[in-house]
């Protein structure tokens, strides 16, 4: 009796994780507030600390910029390898840009600043899709996808990468714990 209870419990544990392992992260671009510039360097340092994340469908992105200098321009592939920023598919200027990613593939980002772009101020950031990404992870049946709009826009995220997945693991985790003892 008591060892059936505690593996319902151990097993809605790992439920609950495993989907909570599912949700959005937030990522500040760069990984700092001030990442989103002209590189000082040749290095591509923007595009080197996207391909060094891993970006599932439902995280987003978040840009910290000053609002009068600059801008995120969303935009199609020929158009980041041009640095034509005449006609993005969106246009951010608010200086705290959130987008979140609805579908997987590659997204083309380039500063709308004049001559920035040409200067390497630009990003490519490859979106896997959320199945992918769990496979192998749980033998348990089959994760739901969350296909459905990130987490309420985070224009209050205060720059900092907010990555909810393993506070809330650790939450839940203790939480069982507390109901356990
Ligand atoms: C930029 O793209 C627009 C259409 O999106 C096109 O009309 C224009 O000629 C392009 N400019 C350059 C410099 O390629």
Redesign the pocket.
Known sequence: MASMSSSLLFFSTFLLISSISSEAKDFLVGGSTDSWKIPTSTSDTLNKWAEANRFQVGDSLVWRYEAAKDSVLQVTRE?YL?C?T??PIAAHKDGTTVVSFHRSGAYYFVSGAEGACQKGQKMIVVVMSERHALRGISPAPAPVDYEGPAIAPTSGSNGVAVVKRGVLGALVVLGMMGFAF
């Open positions: 158009d041009s034509n005449s006609n």
